[in-house]
């Protein structure tokens, strides 16, 4: 009696084929005609090839993506950008868009998928995306902004070597995606006037097991931001300038309770940013951000290089809450803080995103001197450390700290007051 697992000759044949037609992968690429919107294009086309394709915009040409994409559920796909994308330039245009009862979120939206890549170029003419922010950041004009690029609910994606221009406000985000590389990719959000790029976040972490590494970000807000629910999130090997900073959160907003843990974030340059390492979570917020940890940062002309603050709100609707301790916080567990190296930026100064007198950003007491500041609630932080830290002001005065001993009873690593920074035994 032959084997249940023996296969004759045919059916290992035809077996074989059928492999092999499950991963036959084609290119097709997009359709363009000059003036007018490729969008219709672009979704006919990644509708009627979903899985095993790349779709590709070439090389040589301009694509209109003159409203928004929102892509179908792709399983091993590409979308490959070797030619240039833009925006509309009409601002009222972009907004009627986003306005609408149909806007998915995002400009380009990813929503759900396995093993989907969006990938650019490494040609430095091509492969660029134009968002023509700078006529809204010269206009001011903050109603019915775009979202950039949704890349959500991904299981196994790569983000690599995408180029975006001048982006109107936000820009990647990966809300509840798993196993994602970001890497080698830039995003240049810089005015080339007085004028203040807004909420140019550059990535928007969401998800679990999320790698971003190599990527240069220039842009007016957060360089990178850790949002709720974000686990086992490591970012590496990057450079920030003029945002600020490297955020988890804000957490707790409107009471939420906040889970985000197993952050690592090492080797990265920030060049006049307004913050460096910053955590920032909502008074009256609930829940922990355990297991954190910032190494290895060069911080070069930054007020702000270490900044843990429980008592974020929204300036935009009044004064501070008047709290007790007795209010529920965002706990914070395992912080730590690791070969901070460069200069504290203590010279008068106005940040761009600055609306209000005194600025959104300021803080009662400081000397403009502080390389790290906790603002903590009494028994909601254990195990907040600041280790190796090396630093200077660009006047030449003393460098200082703020730290209350009532809210954070071990060693943080430095004398735990508001005055002159003093190194401690956990901070050697």
Same mark, same amino acid.
């Given at each position: 009696?032959?084997?249940?697992?023996?296969?004759?000759?045919? #059916?290992?044949?035809?077996?074989? #084929?059928?492999?092999?037609?499950?991963?036959?992968?084609?290119?097709?690429?997009?359709?363009?005609?000059?003036?007018?919107?490729?969008?219709?294009?672009?979704?006919?086309?990644?509708?009627?090839?979903?899985?095993?394709?790349? @779709?590709?915009?070439?090389?040589?040409?301009?694509?209109?993506?003159?409203?928004?994409?929102?892509?179908?559920?792709?399983?091993?796909?590409?979308?490959?950008?070797?030619?240039?994308?833009?925006?509309?330039?009409?601002?009222?245009?972009?907004?009627? %868009?986003?306005?609408?009862?149909?806007?998915?979120?995002?400009?380009?939206?990813?929503? !759900?998928?396995?093993?989907?890549?969006?990938?650019?170029?490494?040609?430095?003419?091509?492969?660029? %995306?134009?968002?023509?922010?700078?006529?809204?950041?010269?206009?001011?004009?903050?109603?019915?902004?775009?979202?950039?690029?949704?890349?959500?609910?991904?299981?196994? /994606?790569?983000?690599?070597?995408?180029?975006?221009?001048?982006?109107?406000?936000?820009?990647?985000?990966?809300?509840?995606?798993?196993?994602?590389?970001?890497?080698?990719?830039?995003?240049?959000?810089?005015?080339?006037?007085?004028?203040?790029?807004?909420?140019?976040? $550059?990535?928007?972490? =969401? /998800?679990?097991?999320?790698?971003?590494?190599?990527?240069?970000?220039?842009?007016?807000?957060?360089?990178?931001?850790?949002?709720?629910?974000? +686990?086992? @999130?490591?970012?590496?090997?990057?450079?920030?300038?003029? $945002? +600020? =900073?490297?955020?988890?959160?804000? #957490?707790?907003? =409107? $009471?939420? %309770?906040?889970?985000?843990?197993?952050?690592?974030?090492?080797?990265?340059?920030?060049?006049?940013?307004?913050?460096?390492?910053?955590?920032?979570?909502?008074?009256?917020?609930? =829940?922990?951000?355990?297991?954190?940890?910032?190494?290895?940062?060069?911080?070069?002309?930054?007020?702000?290089? @270490?900044? %843990?603050?429980?008592?974020?709100?929204?300036? !935009?609707? !009044?004064?501070?809450?008047?709290?007790?301790?007795?209010?529920?916080?965002?706990?914070?567990?395992?912080?730590?803080?690791?070969?901070?190296?460069?200069?504290?930026?203590?010279?008068?100064?106005?940040? /761009?995103?600055?609306?209000?007198?005194?600025?959104?950003?300021?803080?009662?007491?400081?000397?403009?001197?502080?390389?790290?500041?906790?603002? #903590?609630?009494?028994?909601?932080?254990?195990?907040?450390?600041?280790?190796?830290?090396?630093?200077?002001?660009?006047?030449?005065?003393?460098?200082?700290?703020?730290?209350?001993?009532?809210?954070?009873?071990?060693?943080?690593?430095?004398?735990?007051?508001? $005055?002159?920074? @003093?190194?401690?035994?956990?901070?050697?």
């Amino acid at each position: 009696m032959k084997s249940a697992l023996h296969l004759t000759p045919m #059916l290992s044949a035809l077996l074989l #084929l059928q492999a092999s037609a499950a991963l036959a992968w084609d290119t097709f690429v997009v359709p363009h005609t000059p003036g007018e919107n490729d969008t219709p294009g672009l979704l006919a086309l990644a509708t009627n090839h979903s899985s095993n394709a790349t @779709i590709m915009f070439s090389k040589g040409i301009t694509y209109n993506i003159f409203t928004a994409v929102k892509f179908p559920v792709f399983t091993n796909v590409e979308i490959r950008i070797e030619g240039n994308l833009t925006y509309p330039t009409n601002i009222s245009a972009v907004q009627a %868009v986003v306005g609408g009862s149909g806007f998915p979120g995002s400009w380009f939206t990813f929503t !759900g998928g396995n093993n989907v890549t969006l990938r650019g170029s490494t040609d430095p003419e091509w492969g660029w %995306v134009d968002g023509h922010g700078q006529a809204w950041w010269d206009a001011v004009q903050q109603a019915n902004r775009p979202h950039g690029w949704a890349f959500s609910h991904i299981t196994n /994606g790569v983000i690599r070597d995408m180029k975006l221009w001048k982006p109107v406000a936000w820009n990647f985000a990966t809300s509840g995606s798993v196993n994602v590389h970001a890497y080698n990719n830039l995003i240049l959000a810089a005015s080339d006037t007085s004028s203040f790029p807004f909420n140019t976040d $550059g990535f928007s972490a =969401g /998800g679990t097991n999320l790698l971003f590494e190599n990527n240069r970000v220039t842009n007016g807000d957060d360089c990178l931001t850790v949002g709720n629910g974000a +686990h086992n @999130i490591t970012w590496r090997n990057s450079y920030c300038e003029g $945002g +600020h =900073g490297l955020s988890i959160g804000s #957490l707790g907003s =409107g $009471g939420q %309770v906040a889970d985000v843990q197993n952050v690592f974030i090492e080797s990265t340059v920030m060049k006049s940013t307004l913050y460096g390492a910053r955590f920032k979570s909502w008074t009256g917020g609930n =829940g922990l951000a355990r297991n954190i940890t910032w190494k290895d940062i060069t911080f070069i002309d930054v007020p702000f290089p @270490i900044y %843990v603050t429980q008592n974020y709100w929204d300036q !935009g609707v !009044g004064p501070r809450p008047n709290v007790t301790s007795l209010l529920n916080n965002t706990h914070i567990q395992d912080f730590l803080f690791q070969n901070f190296v460069g200069s504290v930026r203590d010279k008068p100064y106005v940040e /761009g995103s600055c609306v209000s007198d005194p600025c959104w950003y300021f803080v009662a007491n400081a000397t403009g001197r502080e390389v790290a500041i906790l603002d #903590l609630y009494p028994d909601t932080a254990t195990n907040v450390v600041a280790k190796d830290i090396f630093a200077r002001t660009e006047t030449g005065r003393p460098v200082a700290v703020m730290c209350n001993t009532t809210t954070v009873t071990n060693d943080v690593g430095f004398k735990c007051w508001d $005055g002159p920074f @003093i190194r401690t035994k956990a901070g050697l």
